[in-house]
């Protein structure tokens, strides 16, 4: 087998969902250099979250991304949860923090959207997700941390980094090397099914979703 291939960069990002996608783009915005590697071949358009809150838009919004996502997706005011097949409560979003932030609602939008989105912002400052490339295993010492990684044509690489961030999801490497496990619970199944209506000021979404309980 060849040798491993060597490189060196400041930050490694291992996971490019939502919470990787942030941070190699703020690290590319503030001139970092850093790495995001997914091991996955293309990006899922599969959906494994379907909201995102107020105080995240703001986050976004300083990124320059909020209006657009917003435009992908449909403002939420109502939400009826589900468990065992039954509604647990009626809930009502829509006044909610209406002075403080300038998103008084829970946007609907499919996570595979919003990752299109952040992809699409972190391209424009030069950064892309490598894929697919695996973390395979990595060290840590005083000077930084060495990670293994396995390229899609089965070349190896090892990448010298000073940080690497660990940003994959339930079944981390990361967090299974560390011996840190995840709080991360099996999420619940969902199901909504929007529909429009208006308040006088703005469309809105009734979403309803189905939670199952384990034991």
């Not at 919470?19 to 850093?34: F, N, Q």
């Not at 996570?111 to 395979?136: D, Y």
């Amino acid at each position: 087998m060849d040798k491993p291939s060597k490189s060196e960069t400041d930050v490694l990002v291992v996971g490019a969902g939502p919470t990787g996608l942030v941070m190699a783009a703020e690290l590319a915005a503030r001139g970092v250099s850093g790495r995001i590697i997914d091991r996955a071949p293309v990006r899922s358009e599969r959906s494994r979250a379907l909201v995102v809150q107020a105080r995240s838009l703001e986050l976004l919004q300083k990124m320059g991304v909020a209006d657009e996502l917003v435009a992908r997706g449909r403002r939420t005011i109502k939400a009826t949860p589900f468990v065992e097949s039954r509604p647990a409560a009626n809930l009502e979003f829509g006044d909610i923090g209406v002075d403080d932030t300038p998103y008084p609602f829970l946007l609907f939008v499919s996570q595979a959207e919003t990752e299109r989105v952040l992809e699409k912002h972190l391209e424009s400052l030069g950064a892309k997700v490598e894929r697919p490339v695996e973390l395979l295993s990595f060290e840590g010492d005083a000077e930084g941390v060495s990670a293994r990684l396995r390229h899609g044509d089965g070349r190896q690489e090892t990448a010298r980094v000073r940080y690497l961030v660990g940003a994959d999801g339930a079944h981390s490497t990361v967090r299974h090397t560390l011996g840190s496990p995840s709080r991360e619970t099996p999420t619940p199944r969902t199901s909504c099914w929007p529909t429009q209506r208006s308040t006088g000021r703005e469309r809105t979404t009734d979403c309803t979703s189905s939670y199952r309980a384990r034991a």
